[in-house]
């Protein structure tokens, strides 16, 4: 076991974003990590950092550059030792990291379902004719216009509290938000209805909190080793396998979830054009060993079905 504990006087530095669901996160890792070694709370300092994604608000995240906006401050301090570790919600972040940090620990994984956020209906097939939707996700905008193209999507960024105010306005009938967000916010009096994974697809990962450390780190590599949850890092392999094969960039409408199911790995992926006007899905099961390799099968099985050019609108 690790000698070099961190103690009050010389705390861990969990470095996180400010927002209610980011601070929460890294509150849940801060109470594993001390209850895995028996530490007082106070030997762990949470340090809230300001992201370049959190400062630009009023535009689409593609229009800004896509994931590395949420964690590229974060990686900085990282590197530079500010802080020692990183907690990041698994759905925003890129499939690489940089030079020298490694992304591999993961919490137990949270519901993994979309949440239909209304407060006079509950569900999409209710919605009017042309009736107003809002939300920040490519994915969940292309999956919404592929089964209900007469709905009306419009941009809703900010966080949870800023889009449920929105809907409170009447500016949009419904939003969408990860059942996993209101669960960990106990947010209980939001006017939701969870939506099954077959009628709307998740984000890859969604759900799972990740924690990323320099890789020459071995106090932070071995404290996190004790709060890693296998099954989800088993889960995640397979997802981020197969967004790394597709692109994963934060342009592309990916969908993917996979289950375990005593020794097999069930994959179920999708992919969209931003418009909803064309989407191809497939599955995959296997040995959970074979989760990675799954992954990226899945992936050229989807890429050779969509066809040449399905992802060339965005180079332009």
């Known amino acids: 076991m690790t000698r070099d504990l961190p103690t009050p006087a010389q705390p861990l530095n969990i470095g996180t974003r400010g927002s209610p669901l980011a601070l929460a996160q890294a509150h849940e890792t801060r109470e594993r990590l001390a209850k895995a070694f028996d530490l007082p709370f106070e030997a762990f300092t949470i340090v809230v950092i300001k992201t370049t994604g959190d400062k630009i608000i009023d535009r689409p995240l593609k229009e800004i550059g896509g994931k590395g906006l949420f964690t590229r401050e974060i990686e900085e301090d990282m590197l530079s030792g500010k802080i020692d570790i990183a907690v990041h919600s698994m759905k925003d972040m890129p499939v690489l990291q940089p030079e020298g940090l490694l992304l591999d620990t993961y919490l137990p ?83 939701k209805t ?24 071995s106090r932070a590599t071995e404290m996190l080793a004790a709060i890693h949850d296998t099954k989800t890092g088993q889960r995640l392999a397979a997802e981020r396998a197969f967004l790394a094969a597709l692109d994963g960039s934060c342009e592309t409408p990916i969908a993917g979830l996979a289950e375990l199911n005593g020794d097999t790995l069930h994959l179920r992926g999708e992919v969209l054009r931003p418009d909803g006007s064309s989407a191809h899905a497939d599955e995959i099961s296997g040995p959970i060993s074979d989760g990675a390799a799954m992954g990226q099968a899945l992936a050229r099985t989807l890429l050779d079905r969509a066809g040449p050019g399905f992802f060339d609108w965005h180079a332009h």
Do not use: W, Y
């Not at 929105?166 to 059942?179: E, N, P, Q, R, W």
């Not at 969870?194 to 780190?217: S, Y």
């Open 194 to 217: 969870a939506i099954d994974t077959t009628d709307m697809l998740p984000a890859v990962a969604q759900g799972a909190i990740g924690i990323e450390r320099r890789a020459d780190d």
């Open 109 to 191: 994984r949270e519901d993994v379902r979309d949440a239909f956020i209304s407060p006079e209906f509950t569900g999409i097939a209710q919605l009017p004719e042309a009736a107003i939707v809002g939300t920040s996700s490519l994915r969940r905008r292309a999956q919404l216009l592929n089964r209900r193209p007469d709905l009306n999507v419009v941009e809703f960024r900010g966080n949870m509290q800023t889009r449920l105010q929105k809907l409170d306005d009447g500016v949009a009938s419904c939003t969408f938000l990860a059942m996993a967000g209101l669960n960990r916010l106990r947010m209980d009096h939001v006017p």
